[in-house]
Each structure stands twice: as structure tokens, then as C-alpha cells.
């Protein structure tokens, strides 16, 4: 399998594919909004306390409370409410736990009341982001990821990883961490770091105390309800989650991002080599040719191979899957064989829009019927071998006599959706246009007014492909012959790049100065 990681920074959001075999398998972007991320740490006070439900309403800020259950307090919550009173009344030396009291575990099976008090302040981190009505889930069990480990306060474990198989190697480990962690902090170490030195582990657990050092002295004059410590920007804990992984190559299009994965990738020069800088002329995703595979995956109906297609509905409950053969038909087999591989293909493609629209809760799957008990258990067994490499956790139950699967996934955020069907801009719904015979002018007369009255000398016309080619194109039988765009760049005496881009409509265009900033027309 070959994987390949593209990163596309822009002004206003970073876009970040990950793709198998060149084909696109997930797709994240992350916006200037980047309060109430999973791993956000919030001070919060108490609304309510609620028995029935062995939950309490947390305010954190969010429009609406969030949901902390009794089972997310974790057993050392009362520690952690010890440790967050004393510190918020400056009665601690230290922000580090050598010499604090850690107080005693509660019961499992226990009471939300019991150990939660309306009004009372609060360290809770985001499991969970808010999604639809809902606010955001908390939980008192904090942690603090790395790139090799990942930290727990008021705990003195170190665990680790189960998929480093080697025992000398996890004993290694093991030894390591026990020797150098600091007192009352526990470890998680991560499978990245098998085999990796000793000067680079501890660097990255300093870090992680640093981290709590830092959010612990925030604490001590934050007002309730406000973010004390932010989890790393999308982009940069996906590096940090994805970079273990071997990559045929990493695509990047902004200084900042290609120097951040530069210094994870330092030890590591053979995955060095891999990171590639992105300086065409085109935008990264589209000379990859990655938006138009974003279009055909999103929506209600998807195609995939011999015509055979998904029908995907979501409600507040639940997602809806259904399989259907469509126009696919294999004269030289009996029904059984052609539902059988129609199905297998599907399941191939459910896998990957699960991963690709980050689809979570419960997912019920109605494939085309089978009836032979064999061909049953071929497709459970496909559909789970093709989510192995789903990173967020799941469950599939075996086909039921009704031939449907039902999945469930982990969802820790809104759900990834793209678009694919809008009100046309052009017409703004009403079916008709202005005459196209005059968008050309309407274009010129912008393009005047930009470089004219605001007086820009060099500008990008960024346009739909085809627009761009009338604009740029030339007679090839009159060497003479001068474009459109060379036309005007001698009438207003100034640069004028042309860039086309597949994701504008028809008449739609875009004006940029030379320090790549959009100039704004009414």
C-alpha cells in the first residue's frame, strides 16, 4: 500500500488529505475557529448535578453545558479537585506533584452527587467536540499527548504500547521511563517511540511537563468557564498522530508546515527525503487532482466501480447505508455471485467514506441480499479487514438474517461534509444569468479599477479553467497575435497572472494583490 499525506495551507482554513494508493481515504480541515478541539483544557463551574442521569452540566463557555458522566470523572478525580483547589488558593510551592497528597480513588460503581457539588469549579479536557444540539463531552482523566508518549497526571504507571512486539524493546522502555519521569505523573508510551534514544524521549516528556507546568500556573488566576491550555492546532496533532506511519511522500504548500514536519522528520532522513514543497502554479489540491475526487465522494449518491452506487442518508440518530447494483450485470454468473461482488466492492467503498466524512455513532448497512451463509461471513470478514486502518475505534456485528451490518464508530467531532450540490451563485436560484457576451467586460472593468484608481501594478486573476484559457489563448497561425490578458497588461500597465481553479463556477473570479491577499469587489 502506498500512502501519501497533503497538507494545503490557505489565509483562512488548512486542508489535510491522507491518501492510499492515490486514492482519497480522509479528509480534515481546520478554520480560524479552533476553541472546544479534543484535549482543550477548560476551568469550568458546575450547573447542575443530575443523579438520574450519574451526570453533571459542566459551563465552559460553549452556548451549551457540557456532559461530564460519572465514568468520565476517572478514579483520581478527587485528587485532581484537591490539587485545583489548593492551586487556585496559592497555597502550593510547586505546580509538580513530588509533594502533593494524592487523595483516594473513588468507586467505579459509584454516585455523580457523591462527588460533584453544584458551583464547585472544575479542570475538565474536551473528549468529545460539541456536535449538532449537543455541547461538548468532558472528562476529568486529563492527558497530555506527545509525539512518543502521552502524559497522565496523579498516576505512577508507565504503560506501554502493545503494538511494539518486541519484549526487549518494551522492557527498554519501561526502565527508561521509570527512572526519568517525575513523580505523580504516569506514561503512556507511544509505538513511535520503539528504538528511538534516550536524550529524544526525555525531551519529549519535558515538554509534556512543561505543558502541565504552564496550564497549572494559568489556573491560578483564570476566571471560571475560559480555556486554560489549547491541544495542538489540527494540523499539528495530526502530524504528530500521522508521522509514525511510513509515507511514500508528504506534499506541503506553506513555509511554517514544511519547517514544523522538517524538525519531527530531524531524525529520521530517509522520511526527510519524502517531504515535498509544493511551488506550481496551480493550488496543492488541485494539481493532485484531489478536489474533483472531493466532489465525486461527497453527497447523497455515491458511484464506484461497473456502476454500481451507495445511497448514504443521515439522520440525528443514526447514518443509513444503502447498496445498490445499479446498472452492473455479469451475464455469465447466477445472482448469488453478482450481489456477492457487488457487495465486496461496496464494502471497500463504505470503509473508506466512513474514514473520508468522518462518520460516527451508529452506521446501519443495507447490502444487496445473500444467501448463502459462506458469502455472508466473506463480506463481514472484507468489511473488516478494509477498516483495520481506521484510527478511530469501531465495532462491526456480523450480517443479520435481514442482510444488514451494523457498525459503530467513535465520533469525537462534527462529521466532515463537502457541498457537492448548491444554489448556483450566477443566478442565485432564479435560472437565468446576466449575458455572457458581457462577463469579459464586466472583468476588464474590474481589473481596470484594481490597477487603475487603487493603483496595483502586478495582480492574479484567479478564474474557472475555461475562462482562462479564452484569456490566455493566442492564434497559432498569427505570430503577431496577442491574448486578451497581453492586451490589458499594455492598456493598464501592469502584471496580470492568470490562475484557473475547477472549484469556481462558470462567471465566477477572484482578484489578488501581489502579497496574495484577495481585493475585495462590490
Known sequence: MNYDLVISSQPSKVDIAL????????????????????GDLYLGRIQKVMPGLNAAFVNVGYEKDGFLHYLDLGPKVKSLMKFIELTRADKLKSP??????????IDKNGKIDDVMKQGKEILVQVAKEPISTKGPRLTTELSFAGKFMVLVPFSDKVNISQKIKNKEESKRLKDIFRDIKPKGFGLIVRTAAENKKLEVLEADMNDLVSR??????????????TRVMGELSRTSSMIRDMLSSNFDSIHVDSNEVHDEISKYLASSPDKLKKLKFHRGPQPLFESLGLNKQIKASFGKNVTFKNGSYLVIEHTEALHVIDVNSGARTNAGQDQETNALECNIEAAKEIARQLRLRDMGGIIVVDFIDLHKGENRKELFNVLTAEMKD????HNILPPSKFGLIQITRQRVRPEMNVKTREKCPSCDGSGEIE??????????????FVMMEQNEKSITLKVHPYIASYLTKTESWLPWSKSVIKDWMKQFSGEIKV??????????????????EEIRLN
Open 19 to 38: 491518501l492510499k494508493d492515490k486514492k482519497l481515504v480522509e479528509l480534515h480541515e481546520e478554520t480560524g475557529n479552533s476553541a472546544f478541539q479534543v
Open 96 to 105: 509538580l506533584l513530588e509533594k502533593f497528597r494524592p487523595e483516594a480513588e
Open 212 to 225: 502541565w507546568t504552564t496550564m497549572v500556573e494559568k489556573v491560578k488566576d483564570a476566571q471560571p468557564a
Open 390 to 393: 481506521d484510527r478511530a475505534k
Open 435 to 448: 449575458a455572457a457576451v458581457l462577463f469579459d467586460t464586466e472583468v476588464e472593468n474590474s481589473v481596470s
Open 499 to 516: 490562475e484557473s481553479s475547477t472549484n469556481y463556477h462558470f462567471m465566477e473570479y477572484h482578484i489578488y494583490n501581489s502579497r496574495g
